[in-house]
């Protein structure tokens, strides 16, 4: 009996596999908890995969995809270049809804930094996404959201700099929510290249500027 599309096996096996290592990290990701969490035996991802290894370098290779992929589909949603850019800063970031997840992926970040295999997917999505986020505040500046002669590669590295960083503070502090923390880092970054004229999200009364702790 045929079973399902090949494709569609590897995406959903690949998604529980992002959403195991969110909850157990590094040590608790076995082949035998993906294959709990899809219904399948382990012995059908030793057979896909190889290792939990191979595993990972699939789940890699799948998400340096996404991140070329992700920026058109999240610009479709937004008239506005800025708003697409917190859109696609908060999606990429989307999975870590508590600090326990955010350490969790954070502890697989470091597995990518001594494996070079992993680093290199890893560099390539910290550059597919630098690309978008240059290329959101490009079109920011051509429609006049952000000031002309702004230095793009400058600010690029800062949103991509201030929007890690904040992850790390949100996970330490636990003020509000890790959407709220990037979009406050964000703004404040933006604020000084932003065009004369209202910028609801750059306002210091936009709920991403309250402080968490008031009510």
């Known amino acids: 009996m ?3 599309p090949r494709g569609v096996e590897d995406a959903a096996i690949l998604r529980a596999t992002a959403e195991v290592m969110g909850r157990v990290g590094p040590a608790g990701l076995t082949l035998a908890a993906v ?3 899809v219904g399948l035996v382990p012995g059908t991802l030793v057979q896909r995969f190889g290792s939990k290894r191979g595993l990972l370098l699939a789940l890699a290779e799948r998400s340096v995809q996404e991140a070329d992929t992700l920026p058109q589909r999240v610009r479709e949603r937004h008239g506005s270049a800025l708003d697409a850019l917190a ?3 908060a999606e990429s970031m989307a999975p870590m809804t508590t600090p326990e997840r955010f350490a969790n992926h954070l502890a697989f970040l470091c597995l990518d930094l001594t494996d070079p295999e992993l680093h290199r997917h890893a560099l390539a999505v910290h550059r597919a996404q630098g690309r978008a986020i240059g290329a959101l505040l490009a079109e920011a500046v051509t429609i006049g959201e952000l000031r002309p002669g702004t230095d793009l590669a400058a600010l690029t590295g800062s949103v991509q700099a201030a929007t ?9 502090e636990r003020h509000g929510t890790l959407a709220q923390r990037v979009r406050r880092e964000l703004d404040t970054v933006l604020a000084p ?3 004369p004229g209202p910028h609801p999200a750059a306002d ?11 009510p």
């Open 164 to 172: 890690a960083g904040a992850g790390l503070a949100w996970a330490l």
């Open 204 to 214: 210091p009364t936009h709920p991403h500027h309250r402080n968490p702790e008031e």
């Open 2 to 4: 045929a079973g399902r």
């Open 87 to 89: 859109a696609l800063v």
């Open 193 to 195: 290249h932003l065009t």
């Open 35 to 37: 294959a709990r969490e």
